[in-house]
């Protein structure tokens, strides 16, 4: 039953897609792999290893340093519209369907604490990151009935325990959706086949940091995206891995997904830069050696010249954040 209190829906959650992320210059300069169009997006090439691996060598020498790697769930749908089963694992999972042409939202709350997002309200799996921690939430679908007036058409008060401190960016989830069968997770292995080969002494911060110039030198700014994105826009990782194209949002969504895979915690933030300080835009922060670093993929990529892994890690100064996933 839809309980049928009016609320009107604050949505102190700035829209999902980010709004022309600055480009300060272009990459011509930058080796890269051809984009490919997307009529042929189903047979984009695998990076090329630098090294004289195999890729059967490269892919035994990561199957023995990743023995364990996130655990994924089917996207079976619910009994409920709003499931917590998976709370533990740092995700809520929602199934509702709605009225055809009618926007819905969901709202998840903890503490002072308030994030929105746009609701695909078709029947269909998504999962939410519980980013706020363990404790007391309360999540809502939200219906619309005119302009920003939304009223509960469904409400869940529960309570959060994770397994681990930072498991909640490790999933899957609806803004950084990725799993083991798609093309850019089946090519992390060849991705970071440099630290595998060089036996670097810290080999997570060689994985971050080959994933990290894997996306800066491959992926090309889309200057046009922007101005045709709907509002409920949500990155695909397979599409920018074949086109070689996206906007901050895609860049942050690929390499969080690429790391999550590797059981390597990474965040998509959204917020403000100091370069860019009225721009909407996208980042990553990842938890390398017991601390959050912030790596800002797409500004990199627009720096002329060659790569240069000591510039990837920013000062968090630099960086206002307004959410994370």
């Not at 364990?68 to 533990?88: G, H, N, S, V």
């Not at 069968?181 to 060089?198: C, F, H, K, Y």
Request: aromatic share 12%; with cysteine.
């Amino acid at each position: 039953m839809k309980h049928k209190i009016l609320l009107i829906l604050l949505v102190c959650c700035i829209a999902a897609v980010c709004g022309g992320c600055p480009i300060v210059s272009t990459n011509e300069n930058k080796p890269r792999l051809t984009a490919q169009p997307p009529a042929q997006q189903q047979e984009a090439s695998a990076p090329q290893s630098g090294s004289s691996f195999s890729r059967a060598e490269i892919q035994a020498l990561f199957d023995d340093a990743f023995t364990e790697r996130p655990e994924l769930f089917e996207r079976e749908a619910p009994d409920e519209p709003i499931c917590t089963d998976y709370t533990d694992k740092g995700f809520l999972r929602v199934s509702y369907e709605g009225e055809p042409g009618v926007k819905y939202k969901l709202q998840v709350l903890k503490d002072n604490q308030n994030i929105v997002y746009n609701l695909f309200a078709d029947g269909s799996v998504q999962d939410f990151s519980l980013q706020f921690g363990d404790g007391k939430y309360t999540a809502r679908i939200m219906e619309n009935i005119r302009n920003d007036e939304y009223f509960a058409a469904e409400s869940e008060n529960f309570r959060v325990k994770m397994d681990g401190e930072n498991i909640a960016f490790l999933t899957s989830v609806q803004n950084i959706d990725w799993n083991y069968d798609m093309r850019p997770i089946e090519d992390v292995p060849v991705v970071i086949s440099d630290a595998l080969t060089q036996q670097q002494r810290d080999l997570i911060a060689g994985c971050v940091r080959d994933a990290y110039r894997f996306v800066t030198d491959n992926v090309e700014y889309d200057d046009g995206k922007i101005f045709d994105l709907q509002y409920n826009y949500l990155p695909d990782i397979e599409q920018t891995y074949a086109d070689r194209t996206g906007i901050c949002y895609d860049y942050s969504a690929l390499l969080a997904s690429m790391l999550r895979s590797l059981g390597i915690p990474a965040k998509l933030v959204k917020g403000y830069a100091s370069y860019a300080p009225d721009t909407y835009h996208a980042w990553n922060e990842v938890y390398l050696n017991g601390r959050w670093i912030v790596i800002d993929a797409t500004y990199d990529a627009s720096l002329p010249g060659e790569f240069n892994s000591s510039n990837m890690e920013k000062d968090t100064d630099d960086y206002a954040k307004v959410y994370e996933y």
